[in-house]
């Protein structure tokens, strides 16, 4: 991923974020157990709702950081 996004800013200035997101299907799958979803509707939602979580996170911390940068 980083020699990937060395390229890509070596053909375009854009701004990069890189995000862990190793442990967002775990942390789904537990509140899609705590909320009571049976296992085969977390099966047909879990990667949608994974992905929902780990750009929830991203925009969480830009509007964190835009927070902090302000005065």
Known sequence: MRQFAKNVLARR??????WDERFSTQAVERDMIAA??????RA???????????LQGLLDR????R?????
């Open 13 to 18: 200035d854009l701004p990069m974020a890189f």
């Open 62 to 65: 830009i509007n964190r950081a």
């Open 36 to 41: 009571d979803i049976t296992r085969k509707r």
């Open 44 to 54: 047909a939602i879990i990667d949608r709702a994974a992905a929902a979580y780990i």
């Open 67 to 71: 927070d902090q940068a302000v005065p």
